[in-house]
């Protein structure tokens, strides 16, 4: 589904970021990417958003090289993928309905189909409850929950988390990878990058190690050894 082939990366100011990388990643697989700050990792799902361009190499999504994609297709692209970050963006004047009911707006469905999908996602995370609160109404697990029923809301067919859980408490950080790992169950690829060793022990599944812009390791059933 995805393949990195011979990826290399220097900004302009000729820091090399990533170096030979070579890796692929199939359909409904979960994997985790970890690696010290100024490993590559931002850099590399950078790529695959088509946000950088390699220096040498192709990023390849199903087939498509998707640095050779026009502007359009560069948008269809990203629709097909759905993006958690650390920090949550939530949009702070947006009920938890608005919040996810606006992306799917945003990505041209009907009133109908918005009035059916949210509290289906939203009942994916366990947050019915919850859809009329503001987000500066719920704590940070529950923020991250909406991000997460945002992200998946329009069924995208991967989900990358970007340090998910680098602001929540073990015990929501372990509500957040349950979730997670639901989501894959159900069909949807998932990248997580991590700085927690203690999820990557928990889910037990692949792991690639990234150190100074290079693949250093990569486990089917991996464990955090930095
Ligand atoms: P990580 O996400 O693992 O912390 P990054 O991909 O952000 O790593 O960074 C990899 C390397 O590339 C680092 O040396 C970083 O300083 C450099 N880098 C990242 N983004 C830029 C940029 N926009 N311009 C120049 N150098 C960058």
Redesign the pocket.
């Known amino acids: 589904m995805i393949y990195f082939d011979k990826v290399s990366k220097k ?3 000729e ?1 090399l ?1 990533l170096q030979d990388i070579n890796f692929s990643i199939a359909h409904n697989e979960f994997v985790s990417i970890v ?10 799902l ?1 790529l695959l958003l088509a946000e950088e361009k390699p220096t040498e190499g192709s990023v390849f999504f199903e087939s498509v090289n998707v640095h050779e994609l026009h502007r359009n297709d560069v948008t269809k692209l990203r629709r097909r993928i759905g993006m958690i970050f650390q920090d949550f963006r939530l949009l702070p004047d947006k009920t938890v309905y608005e919040n996810i009911a606006f992306a799917m707006e945003a990505a041209g469905r009907s009133d109908d189909e918005i009035a059916f999908d949210v509290p289906h996602v939203l009942e994916l995370v366990d947050l019915n409850n919850k859809a009329w609160d503001f987000p500066g109404h719920l704590s940070g697990g529950e923020k991250q929950r909406v991000a997460i029923a945002r992200a998946i809301v329009n069924q995208p067919d991967i989900i990358i988390a970007d340090e998910p859980t680098g602001n929540l408490d073990p015990v929501n950080t372990y509500e957040i990878v349950q979730i997670l790992k639901k989501i894959n169950d159900i069909g949807t690829t998932v990248i997580l ?1 991590t700085h927690n060793k203690g999820i990557i022990d928990l889910l037990g599944k692949r792991v690639i190690t ?1 150190e100074g ?1 290079k693949i250093i390791r990569d486990d089917a059933s991996g464990k955090y050894v930095l």
């Open positions: 900004y302009p100011n820091s970021a690696g010290h700050s100024g490993a590559g990792k931002t850099t590399l950078k990058t990234m812009g």
